[in-house]
Structure formats: structure tokens, C-alpha cells
């Protein structure tokens, strides 16, 4: 059993808004301390159901992402989990690509790796929070799609998901090979062990560059284009209520609201 | 001739005014507007529905063996079937998780150019343009939709002001059947659970009282929950204490849970991420619990108080009892 998890760096997402820049030249955000990026959270999730199904079976987990400037602690970090091969797709070429050439290059790669069983993603990546790469992957390569999953399983060529909806779940039902994405309630993604990190140390990520791809980048474009990006202002002016101590502060708190028609 | 269609998700018809708010933006970018909406009973349809301010409804009627809910594939290729069939140039839907798993391949399968979460849209031209928060709400990102290509945009739910009125006179409806593939089947929905909370709904709720990882535990829920019975409120969380497990995902707020305009949303202990504030920075008063006076969240607040949630809370909940039983 092949499974592949398709993973990405993105700015960490707790940085603070002030924290933020926009760099007007290739119009997005960087970090103004110069933060190192993260490994984006749901992908750690995905990760993390991978692990689950190669906990019980005899599963081979491969990850792989498509990018530029990777920074190697984060994208090692699956290994250091417990993941065995990393596929770094790698070039000026896939820097700030749109989700659409992405997916095609992702497909691309994938057609020449092999085709695993199963195709984990996760459910957005928290740069745009698109949420469009494995939707469009599974179209180009004809998959089953089963998406917002919290928990996977896999009874030989069956795979069954529960479905994260508003209110509940779902359990979705389809035959492998198929793609799944994953969300947070999944649960906490499983630390990097002693052993994780070592062979984490030792690996050497396979190494796909532009010329290995037989694409024409320019025909995959989605006709969006990003004029500018702009930091959102509010305008509200805090009133603080403050008593002697907290309690009456809350006492307080309770008749300003009742005066101001809230209550 | 350009064609609009908004999309209205299966069973949503009835549920929340929303489709009112999207038909009013479809109907301020010009041309012609329809509505096409899912159904297999069209009973169902009442008088009412069919005075939705638009030309034409599409009441798109799939075979009942596909399934109900209907999969997301069955909806993709229904959709993609309709734009077509119809010459729909711009698609519109609410942006909820259905068509979160819905648009983008639509928009894939008619070669549209997509634009997702938006919270403005304008013509110009034969262009569209559009404003989307991205990086969790920490930016806005202006993006424009190429004209030559038909178009499909998702739009954040309430971020259009104005509701659609309804007409005076009733709207033709036209049944249309689309065409299914064999592989549309390959999803299967073997079961829906939905677990309803009880109290108000959160997405209607005039008063949101919601927790955070300051709360520290799940405990302090129960207190919220007194509250909000008190208040005639919805209890809301922030996704660090849904992780945490200290309640139930249901209950999240923001970018990745639901999405409420409440009168008055009153947090305890949240510090104000970008990507909560993404669910509830369209309350009309914010009012916030928090001991770090820099908390982010005292910036979207109409009422702070800086303090220890711990002895904030019960004096707040007894004024509050007291001042509710006065009337
Ligand atoms: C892609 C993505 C999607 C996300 N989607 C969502 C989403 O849908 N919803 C969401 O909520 N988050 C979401 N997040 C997470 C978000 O970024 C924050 O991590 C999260 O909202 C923080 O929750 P919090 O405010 O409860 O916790 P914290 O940020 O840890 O804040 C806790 C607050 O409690 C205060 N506090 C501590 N002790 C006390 C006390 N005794 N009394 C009073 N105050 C106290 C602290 O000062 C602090 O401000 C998402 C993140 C990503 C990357
Ligand atoms: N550059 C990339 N390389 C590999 N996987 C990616 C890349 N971008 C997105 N993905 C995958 O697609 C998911 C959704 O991303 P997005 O559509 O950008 O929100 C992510 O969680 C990843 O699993």
C-alpha cells in the first residue's frame, strides 16, 4: 500500500498581525522578523493519518511538495514523524504559483513517481486558504474525492471517511485509489521521536526539477489575476470597563450592557 | 446574452434569508439572473420560494437512486451539465463547506476562472473584480477575473448587506434533469448524523457567548452555558478549545467553523486570531473578557474588560441574573 501526502510551507499563521509585510513585488505576505515558515497545519494532520494507517499495515508514506527556497527542517518534519521518502519538487519556476498550475504540476510528478493508493492532502493551506489543489488533482487525475475527513478507514481496496459537516458528519464509502483531505479534527498531529529525527537526518528528499517534468506552466493559468494586497484596518475604539477588581469589573461590565440595550 | 446563476445549496432554501442577500449582488452586476437550486421533491417548493427577485428557477432534479444528500460528484456534474446547457457566464454560491468542495471543480470543469471567499464584487466591463481576505483575514487580496472566460465566485455569507426583496408576481420554474456518468457514482454517502445543540441556533443567535483557551479546561463551558440560558444566547468556541476538546467542533467560530452576526458577541478568553475574528467580526458589538490588555480581539470591541475570566464571570453572570429579573 502507497499512500502519498502532499504537503507545503506556508508563513507561520500565529504571527501576529503586525508581524506581517506585503512585499508589493510578488505580491504577498512575508513575515517582518523573518520568521521561518511552518509546515502547514492540516497537511501535519494529513501526516498524521497517513501514520495512523501505516501504524496497523505495512503502508509506505511519501511525501511530496511543489516549491522553491524549501527550508529543510520543515520539510523533513514528516520523516522525523515517521513518514519513509520525501519528493521535493523544486525550482524558480513553481515559485507563488496559482493552486490550478500547481495541481497540474503536482499531477505531472505524481504520474511519473506511480500512482499511489492514496492521495492525503490537507484541507487548505493557510497562505490563501484556498482550499482548491486537491479538488483540482483529483480531477486531473481522475480520482475519487472524499473530502474534510476526521477519521479514515481502510478495509482492503474500500476506504471510508467521516466527513466533517456543519452540525455532524458523514460516512463516505469509495474504492482506492482515491484522495482524501484532512481536517484538524482529525486530532493532534504525533510529535517527532528519537528515531523519526535521525533517519530524518540521513534522508536525501528526491529531487524533481523543471526540466524532469515534461509541462508547459504558462497553460495551466487560471485567468486570476492578483492586482494588490491591502491590510484590513478596524476602526473600533475600546471602551474598557474597569472596576476596583475584577468582580465589580464585571458587575460593571453587566450594567454597561444593560444600559447600552445589549441585555 | 450574459447569464448569472446563483446556486443554492440542497435544503438551504428556507433556512436563513442568506439567498435573498446573494440575489441582490447577482442583481447589482447586471444581466440576466437565475436560480438554480436541488431538489427531488418539488412540493417542497412553497409559494413564497418562487418570488425570489430573479428571470428564471431551475429546480434541478436528480434521479432519487443517486442518492439523498446527493454526492458531491453527482452536484459537480449536475452543475457543470447546467452551465453549459444554459450559457451560464458567471456562477455565484455562498461559501459554506458544501460548495467549498463544489466551486472550484465546476469552475475546473466549464474552464472558468475562480474566485473564492469573496466579501465584494464588482463588474467592470466584461471584467469582474473582487476582494478576498486571505492569510487567515491578516490580508486582503484584490483580484480580477479575466475577461474571456466564464467566471464562478464564491461568496463569504453576509458579507452582502442588502437583501434581495421579494417580487410581486410569481417566477417561472423550469425542471431540468441533467445527465449523470457511472463515475459520478463513485462517492457514496452511507450515512448523514447531524447533532443539533440545543438553545438557539448558533447562526441565528442574537447574543454569542464564546470561550477560549484562556477558559483553560472544559469546566468553565458549563458557566458559559449558564449564561447563554440566561440570555437567550448561543455558546460559540474558539477552534483552540475545540482541539483541546473541551467542546464539541460544532461549536467553532471562524474562518474553518461557522460564521454568526450576532447583536452582541461576548468572548471570555479569546485572544482574537485573524482567523476567529474571520467568524465573527460582522457581530454588531463585540465584547470582550480578556487579561492581556494588548489582546488582539479589544481591537474589533466595543466593550473590553481586562481581566481574570475567573472572577470576572461569576460577579458578570449574578448582575446579570439580577438586572434580567428586574424586568
Ligand atoms: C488555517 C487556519 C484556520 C483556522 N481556523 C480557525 C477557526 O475557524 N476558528 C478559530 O477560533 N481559530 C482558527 N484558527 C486558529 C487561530 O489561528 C488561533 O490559534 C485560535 O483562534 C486561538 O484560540 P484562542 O483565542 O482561544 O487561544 P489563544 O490565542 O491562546 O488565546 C487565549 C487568550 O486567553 C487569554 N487568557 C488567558 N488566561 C485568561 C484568564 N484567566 N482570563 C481572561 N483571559 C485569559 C489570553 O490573554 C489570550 O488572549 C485557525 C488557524 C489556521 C492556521
Ligand atoms: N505547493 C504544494 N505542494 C504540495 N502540496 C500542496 C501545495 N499547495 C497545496 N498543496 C496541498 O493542497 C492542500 C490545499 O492547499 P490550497 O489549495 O493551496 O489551499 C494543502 O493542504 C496541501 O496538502
Redesign the interface.
Known amino acids: 500500500m502507497n499512500i502519498m501526502v502532499c504537503i507545503k510551507q506556508v508563513l507561520d499563521p500565529e504571527t501576529p498581525v503586525s508581524g506581517f509585510v506585503i512585499d508589493e513585488d510578488s505580491i504577498s505576505l512575508t513575515s517582518r522578523l523573518g520568521a521561518p515558515p511552518v509546515l502547514n497545519g492540516f497537511d501535519e494532520n494529513a501526516v498524521e493519518a497517513a501514520l495512523r494507517i501505516k501504524d496497523t499495515t505495512n503502508a509506505k508514506v511519501t511525501v511530496i511538495s511543489v516549491g522553491n527556497d524549501f527550508v529543510m527542517d520543515v520539510m523533513k518534519k514528516p520523516i522525523s514523524m515517521g513518514a519513509d521518502n520525501l519528493v521535493l519538487i523544486q525550482g524558480s519556476e513553481f515559485e507563488n504559483l496559482d493552486p490550478f498550475t500547481t495541481a497540474h504540476v503536482l499531477c505531472c510528478a505524481i504520474k511519473k513517481i506511480g500512482l499511489p493508493d492514496l492521495i492525503l492532502c490537507g484541507r487548505q493551506a493557510s497562505d490563501w486558504d484556498n482550499s482548491h489543489v486537491p479538488l483540482i488533482l483529483a480531477e486531473l487525475l481522475n480520482l475519487a474525492c472524499l473530502t474534510l475527513a476526521q477519521d479514515i478507514t481502510l478495509d482492503s481496496n474500500i476506504i471510508n471517511i467521516e466527513r466533517v459537516i456543519p452540525n455532524g458528519y458523514q460516512i463516505l464509502e469509495a474504492s482506492l485509489p482515491a484522495l482524501v483531505t484532512v481536517s484538524n479534527e482529525l486530532g493532534e498531529p504525533r510529535y517527532p521521536t528519537l528515531r523519526g529525527i535521525m533517519n530524518a537526518g540521513k534522508n536525501h528528499p528526491q529531487i524533481l526539477s523543471y526540466n524532469d517534468l515534461d509541462i508547459a506552466l504558462d497553460d495551466y493559468k487560471n485567468n486570476v489575476i492578483t492586482t494588490k494586497l491591502s491590510i484590513p484596518e478596524s476602526a473600533q475604539d475600546c471602551e474598557f470597563i474597569q472596576g476596583d477588581d475584577d468582580e465589580e469589573s464585571g458587575r460593571l461590565l453587566a450594567i454597561k450592557l444593560r444600559q447600552a440595550g445589549l441585555i | 446574452m450574459s447569464h448569472t446563476a446563483v446556486i443554492i445549496e440542497e435544503g438551504q432554501l428556507n433556512s436563513d434569508g442568506s439567498i435573498d442577500h446573494i440575489l441582490s449582488l447577482a442583481n447589482s452586476l447586471g444581466h440576466e439572473t437565475s436560480v438554480a437550486l436541488f431538489s427531488s421533491d418539488n412540493a417542497k417548493l412553497s409559494d413564497k420560494l418562487t418570488r425570489l427577485d430573479c428571470s428564471q428557477i431551475y429546480v434541478i432534479k436528480n434521479d432519487t437512486s443517486y442518492g439523498s444528500p446527493l454526492?458531491?460528484?453527482v452536484i459537480i456534474s449536475s452543475l457543470e451539465w447546467f452551465c453549459k446547457e444554459k450559457s451560464v457566464d458567471l456562477v455565484l454560491m455562498n461559501k459554506?463547506?458544501w460548495s467549498?468542495?463544489i466551486a472550484?471543480?465546476v469552475?475546473?470543469?466549464i474552464k472558468a476562472?475562480?474566485?473564492?471567499?469573496c466579501i465584494d464584487i464588482k463588474r467592470q466591463g466584461a471584467e469582474i473584480?473582487c476582494i478576498r481576505?486571505?492569510?487567515?483575514?491578516?490580508?486582503?487580496?484584490?483580484?480580477?477575473?479575466?475577461k474571456n472566460?466564464s467566471k464562478v465566485a464564491t461568496i463569504r455569507v453576509r458579507s452582502v448587506q442588502t437583501p434581495q426583496k421579494r417580487s410581486d408576481t410569481p417566477i417561472p420554474i423550469t425542471e431540468l434533469e441533467p445527465e449523470i456518468k457511472d463515475?459520478d457514482l463513485?462517492?457514496?454517502?452511507?450515512?448523514?448524523?447531524?447533532?443539533?445543540?440545543e438553545g438557539p441556533d448558533l447562526g441565528k443567535a442574537e447574543?454569542v457567548i464564546a470561550g477560549g483557551r484562556g477558559l483553560g479546561g472544559p469546566e468553565p463551558f458549563e458557566k458559559l452555558k449558564e449564561l447563554a440560558k440566561i440570555?437567550d444566547g448561543a455558546v460559540g468556541a474558539s477552534?483552540a478549545a475545540c482541539?483541546a476538546g473541551w467542546i464539541d467542533?460544532?461549536f467553532q467560530i471562524g474562518?474553518?467553523g461557522?460564521t454568526v452576526t450576532p447583536?452582541?458577541y461576548l468572548s471570555f478568553g479569546i485572544s482574537g486570531?485573524?482567523?476567529h475574528m474571520a467568524g465573527c467580526s460582522g457581530s454588531r458589538?463585540?465584547?470582550?473578557?480578556n487579561s492581556d490588555k494588548n489582546a488582539?480581539i479589544?481591537?474589533?470591541?466595543?466593550?473590553?474588560?481586562?481581566?481574570?475570566w475567573?472572577?470576572?464571570?461569576?460577579?458578570?453572570i449574578?448582575?446579570?441574573r439580577e438586572?434580567?429579573d428586574e424586568n
Open positions: 454526492s458531491d460528484e459554506t463547506s467549498l468542495n472550484p471543480r469552475a475546473f470543469r476562472s475562480y474566485a473564492h471567499d473584480s481576505p486571505v492569510y487567515g483575514g491578516n490580508a486582503l487580496a484584490h483580484i480580477s477575473l479575466a472566460t463515475e463513485r462517492v457514496k454517502i452511507i450515512k448523514t448524523v447531524t447533532q443539533i445543540p447574543i440570555l477552534r482541539d467542533h460544532n474562518l474553518t461557522k447583536n452582541m486570531a485573524s482567523q458589538n463585540i465584547v470582550s473578557i488582539n479589544f481591537k474589533d470591541s466595543k466593550y473590553g474588560v481586562i481581566g481574570d475567573n472572577l470576572v464571570l461569576p460577579a458578570f449574578a448582575a446579570v438586572l434580567v
